[in-house]
């Protein structure tokens, strides 16, 4: 694993720019960390929704279709006549 050495003025990309390491580090970084997490998890969560949703759509679309085959086989099964030799 790599380690970095920072200056005291610098900063990451996540938290507040004028906020130097060591505030982060033993200040506000779990209130920081929560934040980034928080709008990470709100990005995932809508993605799971539209995901949610598209898969809804197909599996309403797939029991129409059976449904309708459902409908027609069991018409089918009404129109045909059976006999001793012979099915039409």
């Known amino acids: ?3 970095f050495r920072y200056d005291e003025d610098e900063t990451w ?3 507040p720019r004028r906020t130097s390491l ?3 580090a033993h200040g506000i970084g779990k209130t920081v960390i929560a934040q980034i997490f928080r709008r990470l998890l709100a990005d995932v969560r809508e993605l799971m929704n539209d995901l949610k949703d598209k898969m809804l759509n ?8 059976m449904d309708e085959l459902l409908t027609t086989l ?3 099964s009404k129109d045909v006549e059976t006999s001793d030799d012979m099915v039409r």
């Open 22 to 24: 060591s505030a982060f």
């Open 58 to 65: 197909e599996k309403s679309l797939l029991t129409t279709k």
């Open 74 to 76: 069991e018409s089918y």
């Open 13 to 15: 990309a996540f938290w």
């Open 1 to 3: 694993m790599y380690s």
